[in-house]
């Protein structure tokens, strides 16, 4: 079965750059796209870009370009994004999320989250 | 970008009551080319990380109860639960897949009256 499992949780200080990794399992990662969105605490789901496992393509939200990184690693199945530069409006939940199997961007699998908290 | 405006914030509805959750979006998410609605519904139970529900505004994703649906088109959707049961309580956002980038409606927490 398909599944997503994503690294711990993170305390980071402002200014500070935070990498989190996605483990898929169950299916070949380089077959599908895999994007990245944040929740921050009591609100809603913000997308923040998502590659093409297969080449390593990437595209970003305009919010986050230039501050967030997606990568891959197909040989380790897992994908990856950092932030860097954090600030407290950063502390959020962020997930992986595989597109679907259209190969359209909406998302079939979820990682269970990543908590990252930045304070001082 | 796309703004996903849904209404309600929140409701409350009895067990086995009908629940209808709108989502507007600021433009149209319907494809002339395909004639499909860019849409998605997701729930989120608390604790965990979404659940795909409904994508092309209303084909439902597989093992999703029967007593979810979707519909609507251009820009006004409609999810509707036909009858409520206790493990429906959740926030539920509707998503536009159109254009990048993608974007989200605020959610609508549905709790058992």
């Known amino acids: 079965q398909v599944q997503l499992v994503q690294s711990g949780a993170e305390m980071k200080k402002p200014g500070a750059a935070v990498k989190v990794s996605c483990k898929a399992s169950?299916?070949?990662?380089?077959?599908?796209?895999m994007h990245w969105v944040r929740q921050a605490p009591g609100q809603s789901l913000e997308w923040m870009g998502w590659?093409?496992?297969?080449?390593?393509?990437?595209k970003y939200s305009q919010k986050f370009q230039g501050r967030v990184t997606i990568s891959r690693d197909t040989s380790a199945s897992t994908a990856y994004m950092e932030v860097s530069s954090l600030r407290s409006e950063d502390t959020a939940v962020y997930y992986c999320?595989?597109?679907?199997?259209?190969?359209?961007?909406?998302?079939?699998?979820w990682g269970q989250g990543t908590l990252v908290t930045v304070s001082s | 970008d796309f703004v996903m405006t849904q209404s309600p914030d929140s409701l409350a509805a009895s067990l086995g009551e009908r629940a209808t959750i709108h989502c507007k979006s600021s433009?149209?998410?319907?494809?002339?080319?395909?004639?499909?609605?860019?849409l998605a519904w997701y729930q989120q139970r608390p604790g965990q990380p979404p659940k795909l529900l409904i994508y092309?505004?209303?084909t439902r994703e597989s093992g999703v109860p029967d007593r979810f649906s979707g519909s609507g088109s251009g820009t006004d959707f409609t999810l509707t639960i036909s009858s409520l049961q206790a493990e429906d309580v959740a926030v539920y956002y509707c998503?536009?897949?159109?254009?990048?980038?993608?974007?989200f409606g605020g959610g609508t927490k549905v709790e058992i009256k």
């Open positions: 169950g299916y070949t990662l380089s077959s599908f796209a």
């Open positions: 092309w505004a209303s």
């Open positions: 998503q536009q897949y159109y254009t990048t980038p993608l974007t």
């Open positions: 999320a595989r597109g679907s199997i259209q190969q359209l961007p909406f998302f079939d699998y």
């Open positions: 433009q149209s998410v319907l494809s002339s080319s395909s004639n499909a609605n860019y």
């Open positions: 590659i093409n496992a297969g080449n390593g393509n990437t």
